[in-house]
């Protein structure tokens, strides 16, 4: 993946709330069943969140799931630890949009 890619998802993860919250769910989505039951990492599988970050962005994730917003502060932690999930988000996006975001840039 180009660096310009890279860098543009990190920086979304880190600014933009409506990127940093889907994304949140989806890695959220993305652990195994007892994994989100209990908020932590059982599985070195490279999906999901580590294990420093699972308690608290499952807590965060489940109350987006209940439709609750979530506080400016939680909104700070969120866009301070979601661009170390990258590559998992860069993943979860169609070939076809992830060109398109890469001709975007270049242009």
Do not use: C, H
Request: aromatic share 8%; charged share 25%.
């Amino acid at each position: 993946m180009k660096t310009i890619t890279k860098d543009f998802i990190k920086n979304q993860l880190a600014t933009n709330p409506t990127w940093a919250v889907k994304a949140l769910v989806k890695i959220y989505e993305r652990q195994t069943i007892d994994e989100q039951n209990s908020q932590t990492t059982k599985e070195n599988n490279g999906i999901g969140f580590n294990g420093l970050d699972a308690n608290i962005l499952s807590s965060f994730a489940e109350q987006v799931n209940k439709g609750r917003n979530l506080s400016v502060k939680q909104m700070t932690i969120v866009y301070k630890k979601m661009p170390r999930y990258w590559k998992q988000v860069a993943s979860l996006i169609p070939s076809d949009k992830l060109t398109e975001i890469e001709t975007k840039l270049v242009s």
